[in-house]
Nanobody
Framework: QVQLVESGGGLVQPGGSLRLSCAAS????????MGWYRRAPGNQRELVAV???????NYLDSVKGRFTISRDNAKKMVYLEMNSLKPQDSADYYC??????????????WGQGTQVTVSS
């Protein structure tokens, strides 16, 4: 079994910062792309940021210059540094990873989500 566990969400004032973390654990042989998605009430889930094994990144246009995704391959973790937060960034944030399990195939895994609320 593989698990992704997020942490770091919470309530922050506009203009503030938060750092989300996601730890992968279990029968992991290798991890490929890792990313963060979000879903606000009434909205569809959207890709916020993704990072490849080699460190290449891609971001949702609305977060470029404010959010930074990074990963620690040795620790099997992915991070999302969020700065200059805006109320429209409020959402449930989900960690995602493509993982090859030991002795098996590549599957898409999701964390349970962490809530981010940007409000004064």
């Amino acid at each position: 079994q593989v698990q992704l566990v997020e942490s770091g969400g919470g309530l922050v004032q506009p203009g503030g910062s938060l750092r989300l973390s996601c730890a992968a654990s279990g029968r992991i042989f290798s991890i490929y792309n890792m990313g963060w998605y979000r879903r606000a009430p009434g909205n569809q889930r959207e890709l916020v940021a993704v990072i490849t094994t080699g460190g290449s990144t891609n971001y949702l246009d609305s977060v470029k210059g404010r959010f930074t995704i990074s990963r620690d391959n040795a620790k099997k973790m992915v991070y999302l540094e969020m700065n200059s937060l805006k109320p429209q960034d409020s959402a449930d944030y989900y960690c995602n990873a493509q993982i090859r399990v030991i002795g098996g195939q590549i599957y898409d895994y999701w964390g349970q989500g962490t809530q981010v609320t940007v409000s004064s």
